[in-house]
């Protein structure tokens, strides 16, 4: 049964066990924005939406949300809870499943199911009501070294968003001390690669196919403009 919810207790994490962490999941424990992710699950739950479903429009509007959170996630979660039941991965925190599946053929289906749970975890986090316009002066500077200007920053990630052919993801990362963009097809996500997520958009048409059909350039312009949450990115930059 898969009855246990997220309030049950687990015992800590030993030294030994965290060591055991990929460097990608250690990262995000050291990013702090997910509490308790290395804390082991029987069930995994499908996160709170950070905001009402109607707060992201016009540029998305309630009905994409409801559809976008309340099927497509909630789908995700629900499939990743039954693949994993009875599994060597049952009782693995969803980053654990995520770096343990990666690049394994026979693992594809856990791994594209929670890898596609910790996306659209981070992508409603990447947005706000409140997003766009300039990031604090902090992200700011860190934009600048790496792409000289916040303009070229958005005009790099609108260029990822819009290129990524089929499914997939556009993100903004720190690599090596560096801000990039870079982009991802159906369910990958950068933390395999080693990267720091910071910021992503959703190109999958679930995205957007219901407010802008065929227009992705103008949902991602939009939401660039309109809902990017730099804050997000300074909290996993950790300033
Ligand atoms: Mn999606």
């Known amino acids: ?38 804390r082991a699950a029987t069930a995994h739950a499908l996160p709170p939406l950070p905001y009402a479903d109607s707060a992201l429009s016009p540029v ?3 009905n994409t949300i409801g559809f976008h959170y309340g099927k497509h996630h909630r789908g995700y979660v629900d499939n990743l809870n039954k693949l994993v039941a009875g599994t060597q991965f049952a009782d693995l ?34 947005l706000s009501p409140k997003g766009g316009g300039e990031p604090p002066s902090a992200v700011k500077q860190k934009i600048e070294v790496s792409f000289g200007n916040v303009e070229t920053c958005k005009k790099e990630l609108a260029t990822a968003a819009t290129t990524q052919f089929g499914s997939g993801w556009a993100w903004l990362v720190l690599d090596g001390g560096k801000l990039k963009v870079v982009k991802t097809g ?41 809902l990017i949450n730099w804050n997000f990115a300074a909290d996993n930059l950790g300033l």
């Open 1 to 38: 049964m898969m009855n246990n919810q997220e309030t049950t207790t687990f015992p800590s994490l030993n030294r030994r066990d965290f060591l055991n962490v990929s460097a990608g999941a250690a990262l995000l424990f050291a990013m702090g924005s997910f509490p308790g992710v290395l």
């Open 186 to 226: 159906n369910a990958d996500v950068p933390l395999t690669a080693g990267m720091r997520p910071l910021l992503t958009i959703d190109v999958w048409e679930h995205a957007y196919y219901l407010d802008y059909q065929n227009r992705r350039a103008d949902y991602v312009n939009a939401v660039l403009d309109k």
């Open 93 to 126: 925190s969803l980053e654990k499943i995520i770096t343990g599946t990666a690049g394994k053929a026979e693992r594809a289906a856990i791994f594209n199911n929670a890898a596609q749970v910790w996306n659209h975890t981070f992508y409603w986090r990447s």
């Open 60 to 62: 998305i509007s309630a």
